[in-house]
Protein backbone atom coordinates (compact mmCIF):
# COMPACT_ATOMS: atom_id res chain seq x y z
CA UNK A 1 0.00 0.00 0.00
CA UNK A 2 1.52 3.46 -0.84
CA UNK A 3 0.90 6.45 1.74
CA UNK A 4 -1.52 7.66 -0.78
CA UNK A 5 -3.41 4.99 -0.43
CA UNK A 6 -2.99 4.60 3.05
CA UNK A 7 -4.57 8.09 4.01
CA UNK A 8 -7.04 6.81 1.66
CA UNK A 9 -7.83 4.12 4.01
CA UNK A 10 -7.78 5.99 6.93
CA UNK A 11 -10.26 7.87 5.66
CA UNK A 12 -12.32 4.81 5.17
CA UNK A 13 -11.49 2.94 8.10
CA UNK A 14 -12.29 6.28 10.71
CA UNK A 15 -15.14 4.90 12.86
CA UNK A 16 -15.49 8.85 14.01
CA UNK A 17 -15.66 9.56 10.60
CA UNK A 18 -12.53 12.81 11.71
CA UNK A 19 -11.60 15.02 9.31
CA UNK A 20 -8.44 13.69 7.37
CA UNK A 21 -6.45 16.67 8.12
CA UNK A 22 -6.48 15.82 11.76
CA UNK A 23 -5.01 12.57 10.61
CA UNK A 24 -2.34 14.30 8.52
CA UNK A 25 -1.04 16.30 11.58
CA UNK A 26 -1.02 13.29 14.06
CA UNK A 27 -3.82 14.33 16.14
CA UNK A 28 -5.46 11.00 15.72
CA UNK A 29 -4.41 7.60 15.57
CA UNK A 30 -6.23 4.43 14.53
CA UNK A 31 -5.25 1.16 16.31
CA UNK A 32 -6.97 -2.39 17.10
CA UNK A 33 -7.48 -3.64 20.17
CA UNK A 34 -8.19 -6.94 21.08
CA UNK A 35 -10.92 -5.49 23.81
CA UNK A 36 -12.99 -4.76 20.88
CA UNK A 37 -12.13 -7.82 18.12
CA UNK A 38 -12.65 -6.65 14.92
CA UNK A 39 -13.46 -2.77 15.30
CA UNK A 40 -11.17 0.14 14.17
CA UNK A 41 -10.47 2.31 17.16
CA UNK A 42 -9.55 5.95 16.47
CA UNK A 43 -7.84 8.23 19.37
CA UNK A 44 -6.92 11.32 19.97
CA UNK A 45 -2.85 11.85 20.30
CA UNK A 46 -3.19 12.80 24.38
CA UNK A 47 -5.36 9.64 25.16
CA UNK A 48 -4.26 6.80 26.50
CA UNK A 49 -4.33 3.38 24.28
CA UNK A 50 -5.12 0.69 25.54
CA UNK A 51 -1.96 -2.11 26.71
CA UNK A 52 -2.66 -4.32 23.28
CA UNK A 53 -2.89 -1.58 20.90
CA UNK A 54 -2.02 -2.03 17.82
CA UNK A 55 -1.61 0.39 14.42
CA UNK A 56 -3.79 -0.25 11.95
CA UNK A 57 -1.81 -1.01 8.66
CA UNK A 58 -2.59 2.22 7.04
CA UNK A 59 -1.82 3.91 10.50
CA UNK A 60 1.42 1.74 10.14
CA UNK A 61 2.13 3.10 7.03
CA UNK A 62 1.64 6.67 7.83
CA UNK A 63 3.00 7.52 11.48
CA UNK A 64 4.82 4.10 12.30
CA UNK A 65 4.97 3.68 16.36
CA UNK A 66 4.48 7.82 16.59
CA UNK A 67 1.62 7.73 19.35
CA UNK A 68 1.58 3.95 20.79
CA UNK A 69 5.09 3.96 21.80
CA UNK A 70 5.03 7.67 23.54
CA UNK A 71 1.58 7.67 25.06
CA UNK A 72 0.42 3.34 25.90
CA UNK A 73 -0.43 2.85 29.36
CA UNK A 74 -1.25 -0.43 31.27
Excluded at 1 to 16: F, G, K, N, V, Y
Excluded at 55 to 64: D, R, Y
Amino acid sequence: MSQDEAWLQLARECPRKIMGTLHRHGHYVHGTSSRFPGKVLCFHCDSPLPEDWTPTPAQAIVSPCRHGEAHAHS
